[in-house]
């Protein structure tokens, strides 16, 4: 039996676009796709700690490595690895990787508080002591329109906030609810997001097991 690599989302909005990537990109590798938006809303209401108890159990029978696509519990849910005993990779850490080679001024863009402060710690993290100043901005409003199914309309003000970034190296688009807005946007300053690369770096863990 071949073994997937197993996807966790907050939103069913995830699951055809990781699937598309894979069908470009990846063509025969086997998905499992989890989807628990609950995860976020505790997340959200309590801090992302408070959903190590439902990550556990949500994750403890998995087959292979897992790759968390929601950047609010990711960090959290690598911490359990050890627990559930098979890797886990959260989807934005290769972005975060890439950020820091790209340059010192970061500025991240976020639609949802609960990701900002992970989103901080990682780059903190993948910058390994090298000086670098990390700037954060929410979008108002773009969560609002995700949620309601607008998702282009969630593009558009994630590209407008993008757009009026200056004085940055590059801008990371701290959920993957946001890739999207890479189209709308005029601004030159790099911009990167996790779905794609992130993808690609589970795989790999997954040709490693």
Do not use: K, Y
Not at 23 to 34: C, F, I, Q, T, Y
Not at 55 to 74: E, H, N, Y
């Amino acid at each position: 039996m071949v073994t997937p690599l197993t996807l966790l989302h907050t939103s069913q909005a995830h699951v055809p676009v990781f699937d598309a990537l894979r069908d470009r990109n990846h063509p025969g590798a086997v998905l499992r796709h989890l989807v628990a938006p609950e995860l976020l809303d505790r997340a959200r209401a309590e801090g992302p700690q408070a959903v190590a108890p439902a990550l556990r159990d949500l994750l403890g029978g998995s087959r292979g490595p897992v790759l968390v696509t929601c950047s609010s519990i990711g960090g959290t849910a690598e911490g359990l690895a050890a627990d559930i005993g098979v890797p886990v990779l959260r989807a934005d850490r290769p972005m975060a990787a890439a950020a820091v080679r790209t340059g010192s001024r970061i500025v991240v863009l976020a639609t949802v508080e609960s990701t900002v402060a992970p989103t901080r710690e990682l780059l903190a993290e993948e910058a390994a002591g090298r000086p670098v100043e990390i700037r954060t901005h929410l979008v108002a409003g773009a969560w609002d329109r995700f949620e309601a199914g607008d998702v282009a309309g969630n593009h558009r003000l994630v590209a407008q906030a993008a757009d009026a970034v200056t004085d940055a190296d590059v801008i990371v688009l701290a959920q993957g609810s946001m890739a999207g807005a890479v189209e709308f946007v005029t601004t030159r300053t790099p911009i990167l997001t996790s779905q794609s690369s992130g993808l690609a770096a589970g795989l790999e863990l997954l040709e490693g097991v």
